[in-house]
């Protein structure tokens, strides 16, 4: 056996002779290992109260070697149904499905349509005369709007091109103009992504087809940037993706697949949602498979519909403005204008979602791999969203375009207290117990990337305990929200040293 082939096993072997744990994660780990409890309910491998608060103790966990603790880890369940309805967040004249982009910390950007300013409520219509203005953490000129916490910087102050503008704010509440970032022919803005100090701002042409590229290094100067041109040739019908980059900086796109479904009779949007990567954000893409699909029984029929603006816009590469699709039965949910997020590694889909037999809302999906394909989560409100998710002022914020937002402090819900155990004599019983402590999981912003964003675990730091023979956890959980989230403890850690 080679000298390194050695030296690894040695590691390997003595790694797992100091340090081991104890998990609880299956429904029948989680029957076999409680002891006791009151007001909670185990389904589905999860363990959540069965009305507002309830509490579990495990059974003791023997060892024949004291062990020394280190820490316990509690993870909750990724369906993320946390989310508090708030009055819109972004500015009041901004039109059109919001596209929201978070480059860091107190670095926030949303981009629109423009709507003319309006004057106050309570304030007679005229002319506005603007004002010098300061604002914290803006070293430039700025001038007053008749809109309320929304001011103009020179860029904002240059002739509107029809197409999308950029606003940012460094508190989500005060919102600086900085005017044009696509013209009038890229109207149909979609998403946006950060790489570096360039944003690579996407848009469909025509619209519903094929994402384009925009990508700018100044968005403060009131122009758009460089026109890449066609992005991503999709093959189907449809598109208003999402793009998210993952943390190899790979591109992924997210898009609509309009062939299973007359989508101009469900919101523009399909049961099917395409998938594909690319390296650099731009061709080549490489399709993967779907990353939802929630097709009903194809029925091998095939059907056609008109939509208003394919050939009107681009009559060169879209001749017919006929989509073709194939029937399935029975009637399909649909989904789309897709906007995408990753929290440590797990990956959130936000879109339109319109029901077979309901009004539109918003819905989200969830994976633990993009490469997977995602799971239903949950829905929340009424009317065309057109949403955009991002991670500012320690809070998520689900950004639409109807007059209501949603604010999330994470997938996290509260309220979880835990203790911990320790047998010291051997005996079968506990001899010190830790303080009652609150768990809960933390989010920050990882350097290189706007939507991938970190999580802390909810963990506990147990080193100051004895050492011991036996261990035992006692779990508090509270459903403190006023939404329709509560914990769902999804699985419990314990490790320890020899």
């Not at 002779?17 to 185990?42: A, D, H, M, P, R």
């Not at 059974?59 to 603790?69: E, T």
């Not at 320790?422 to 933390?442: A, F, L, P, Q």
């Amino acid at each position: 056996m080679k000298l390194y082939s050695i030296i690894s096993l040695t590691l390997t072997v003595t790694a797992s002779l100091f340090s081991e744990s104890w998990k609880i994660k299956s429904q029948t780990e989680w029957k076999k290992n409680i002891q006791s409890s009151k007001g909670i309910v185990i389904k589905d491998n999860l363990v959540s109260p069965k009305e507002k608060a309830g509490h579990f103790k495990t059974k003791l966990k023997k060892f024949k070697s004291k062990k020394s603790l280190q820490s316990l880890t509690i993870h909750q369940s990724p369906v993320w149904q946390n989310w508090e309805e708030v009055p819109g967040v972004g500015p009041s004249n901004l039109k059109d499905a919001p596209v929201f982009l978070a480059k860091g910390p107190k670095d926030y950007w949303i981009f629109g349509r423009y709507d003319s300013p309006r004057p106050s409520k309570g304030k007679q219509s005229g002319k506005f005369e603007a004002k010098n203005a300061k604002l914290q953490g803006f070293d430039v000129p700025l001038k007053t709007t008749p809109d309320e916490n929304q001011f103009n910087a020179p860029g904002g102050l240059e002739k509107g091109l029809g197409g999308y503008h950029a606003w940012q704010s460094k508190d989500m509440k005060n919102w600086v103009h900085h005017g044009p970032v696509t013209p009038g022919f890229a109207r149909w803005t979609t998403t946006a992504e950060q790489v570096g100090g360039k944003t690579y701002i996407y848009y469909d042409f025509p619209n519903d087809q094929d994402p384009h590229l925009f990508i700018d290094d100044d968005l403060t100067d009131g122009k758009p940037g460089k026109n890449m041109g066609l992005a991503f040739a999709d093959p189907s019908d449809g598109s208003d993706c999402a793009v998210i980059r993952d943390l190899d900086g790979k591109f992924h796109i997210i898009y609509e697949d309009w062939s299973p479904i007359h989508a101009g009779k469900h919101s523009w949007d399909s049961p099917l949602a395409g998938h594909s990567i690319s390296p650099n954000g731009m061709h080549p893409f490489q399709i993967l498979d779907p990353a939802i699909d929630h097709r009903t029984k194809p029925t091998g029929k095939m059907a056609k519909y008109n939509h208003p603006h394919w050939t009107k816009e681009d009559p060169k590469r879209f001749p017919t403005s006929v989509a073709e699709y194939e029937i399935h039965q029975p009637e399909q949910d649909a989904y789309g204008d897709w906007a995408a997020i990753s929290i440590g590694g797990q990956y959130y889909l936000f879109c339109d979602f319109h029901p077979a037999n309901d009004k539109i809302r918003i819905a989200w999906f969830t994976s633990s791999d993009i490469n997977k394909s995602f799971e239903f989560c949950g829905e929340i409100g009424r009317g065309h969203p057109d949403p955009d998710i991002g991670f500012a002022e320690g809070k998520f914020y689900l950004i639409t375009q109807t007059a209501k937002d949603y604010v999330s402090n994470g997938p996290w819900v509260e309220k979880v207290e835990s203790r911990v155990g320790v047998d010291t004599t051997n005996n079968g019983k506990i001899d010190k117990w830790s303080e009652w402590s609150e768990m809960k999981e933390s989010y920050d912003y990882i350097k290189g990337f706007s939507k991938q964003i970190k999580k802390t675990p909810a963990r506990l730091n147990l080193a100051g305990l004895p050492h011991g023979y036996g261990f035992q956890v006692e779990v508090k959980i509270s459903d403190v929200t006023s939404n329709a989230s509560k914990p769902l403890i999804e699985s419990l850690e314990l490790s320890f040293k020899d």
